[in-house]
């Protein structure tokens, strides 16, 4: 059961059963939305909470807002101190997930973005693992990711999880993890809500942001990790369904999957079938610096409470 007290709606901190919306709005119509996959993480020797690259998160949202056409009267910082008060005001002792959503209010059956009213929330609840499974066993899907001319990937839009939910639903119903799910070209794509890096020959790999993936904050952190603390340049290029068999190492990195090592794919082992260095190092490296406990890395989180 969630855990949470309040929500941020219509523009002040409510109680959340006071956070509704009627069955007519146009976002649960047609998933006219977009939104944000935030984490905050408790760090008990510091008694202090620590949100995890809010203001990037904030920035891709108003991104996802103007492919959308959607408005709110909320910058960037308006939207970090928004969620800092109202984790203040949930006052959480544990790791959070937040979800920032704006989306398409208005009571009308109109399909179109133009000429609608959008709306702001956003609700925080204590969140642990989102896949239990320390190693994943995936397969690559029958579904195809959306492309940038159908939905786009970069926006995170809400209707866009319909394409995710059926990939990761048919996976689970196999017996696997995760899905893998390949684009209109047959390139690798992402996973149903993670990006995806192989290790090949030393390098680390990924498919570009034009591969129809979305510009994960934590693709990026990764790929400073590894730059800056392994010494391994990322390589970001197409890469064939096949490589997925061969590589070295493979691993999924979101928010909420943080980085996850895969040890199998289409029932063929990963390499040696275990996590691989890299991906163990990796994160070893990430769960320290989520939770402030690598100086270099604390820009990247922002302390919730005043000490
Ligand atoms: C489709 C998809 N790709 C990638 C990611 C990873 O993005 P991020 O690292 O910004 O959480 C997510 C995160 O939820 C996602 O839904």
Not at 32 to 61: K, S
Not at 64 to 77: G, N, V
Not at 78 to 103: H, K, M, N, S
Not at 205 to 213: E, G, K, M, R
Request: net charge negative; hydrophobic share 40%; with cysteine.
């Amino acid at each position: 059961m969630p855990n949470n007290k309040y929500a941020f709606f219509n523009g002040e901190i409510v109680p959340i059963e006071q956070a509704r919306v009627s069955v007519m709005t146009n976002a649960l119509n047609y998933g006219t939305g977009c939104f944000e996959g935030i984490r905050a993480y408790w760090n008990p020797d510091e008694e202090q909470l620590f949100v995890f690259q809010l203001r990037p998160h904030m920035e891709r949202l108003l991104r996802s807002c103007r492919i959308l056409m959607m408005q709110i009267p909320h910058s960037a910082d308006d939207l970090c101190q928004i969620t800092v008060d109202l984790l203040r005001a949930e006052g959480f002792r544990e790791d959070v997930y937040i979800r920032p959503l704006v989306y398409k209010s208005d009571e009308t059956i109109a399909v179109r973005l133009n000429g609608l009213a959008d709306a702001f929330t956003m609700f925080a609840v204590g969140f642990g693992q989102y896949i239990d499974a320390g190693a994943l066993r995936v397969c690559v899907s029958s579904w195809r990711r959306i492309d940038d001319n159908i939905i786009p990937s970069r926006a995170k839009a809400s209707g866009s999880y319909l394409n995710s939910a059926l990939a990761k639903t048919e996976a689970l119903l196999n017996g696997y993890d995760e899905a893998i799910v390949l684009g209109a070209d047959g390139q690798v794509s992402e996973a149903s809500a993670a990006n995806l890096f192989l290790v090949r020959n030393g390098a680390l790999v990924t498919p570009p942001i034009t591969s129809d993936v979305l510009e994960g904050i934590t693709r990026q952190v990764v790929a400073d990790l590894a730059r800056d603390r392994l010494g391994l340049p990322l390589v970001e290029r197409p890469i064939d369904r096949t490589e997925l068999y061969v590589a070295d190492e493979a691993f999924f990195c979101g928010t909420g999957v943080e980085i996850k090592p895969i040890v199998e794919v289409d029932r063929r082992p990963v390499g040696a079938g275990a996590p691989g260095p890299i991906a163990s190092q990796l994160v070893d490296l990430y769960a320290d610096v989520v939770r402030g406990r690598s100086p270099e890395h604390r820009a990247w989180c922002t302390p919730v409470y005043e000490r």
